[in-house]
């Protein structure tokens, strides 16, 4: 399995994030240690955006500090077609580069309001400032509408796990059209290792299939990090996986689940089989506030 499938989430950079997040934002110094890691084992891409708290500043003061270049994404936040520019120009200078490997708009309605903001990607790209423009999306019905416009989008950012399958059906379709498939939230937040005496009462009917997704990894010993990860590269449709990590030992277990991809793949039936339609499990937005 490649590794360079792999982009490194970088929220928890600059902000605490996660369901499974007790120590909050990551510091400075071990944020570092693994942008190190990431760069001796070839993980060069990194996701970003302007709402990451502090997260672009970090990334900039590594990359000058250090000399080493990542491709970067980023995203733009809700704003009105005259503040792009200032936001993208404001995102290039915390990250310490000229130009950004990828941009997307990072909430969907701000295109639905105003689509003159697409055009104004558009012409960043044109003029060399942006390599791949897109949409980070949360909802199939957000794609379609996208879709029907006949937008030349490079990539698509959508959440997709064991629970998330709702965006597959679109695979096949958005490969021919030449759409990268960018997928984050493998392992939704960290809900799947969440313990489940510590689960909020909003979770009680997705506990019987989080304890049974643990039975299953008890079962062929196959970490859960490793079921989870690797449901999602085994997919031939999807280009990048994004995955997010709070230390230098959580991004190493990562890596290591790879020596698991074939055994994974004798379960993915299985592993379809946890596919849950409840959108307010699979979208965290939609939380309690714990």
Request: negative net charge.
């Amino acid at each position: 399995m490649d590794i360079k499938k792999l982009v490194l989430g970088t929220a928890q950079f600059g902000m605490d994030y996660g369901i499974n997040n007790k120590r909050g934002r990551i510091p400075k110094d071990e944020v570092y240690s693994i942008l190190n890691e990431c760069i001796e084992k070839g993980i060069d891409t990194l996701d970003t955006a302007y709402i990451y708290g502090e997260s672009e500043f970090v990334i900039g003061n590594f990359i000058k500090d250090s000399g080493y270049g990542f491709k970067i994404i980023s995203k733009l936040p809700m704003c009105s077609p005259i503040e792009v520019k200032d936001i993208f120009n404001s995102s290039i200078a915390r990250l310490n580069v000229d130009t950004l490997y990828g941009y997307k708009i990072h909430d969907f309605k701000v295109y639905e309001k105003n689509s003159q903001i697409w055009e104004i990607l558009e012409a960043l790209k044109s003029d060399g400032m942006i390599n791949k423009i897109g949409f980070s999306l949360y909802f199939p019905h957000e794609l379609e509408f996208l879709l029907n416009k006949n937008l030349k989008i490079d990539i698509i950012q959508i959440p997709y796990n064991i629970f998330d399958q709702r965006f597959e059906k679109y695979f096949g379709f958005l490969k021919k059209n030449n759409i990268e498939i960018y997928v984050r939230s493998v392992f939704l937040q960290g809900l799947f290792y969440k313990d489940i005496s510590e689960l909020n009462i909003y979770f009680s009917q997705i506990k019987n299939k989080i304890e049974s997704l643990r039975a299953l990894s008890k079962k062929t010993d196959i970490p859960i990090v490793s079921l989870c990860l690797n449901f999602a590269t085994l997919n031939n449709f999807i280009d990048k996986i994004i995955v997010g990590i709070d230390c230098v030992e959580n991004l190493r277990d990562i890596i290591d689940s790879f020596v698991y991809s074939l055994m994974v793949e004798n379960l993915l039936d299985e592993l379809y089989a946890f596919r849950e339609e409840d959108e307010s499990i699979l979208i965290p937005s939609k939380w309690p506030k714990e």
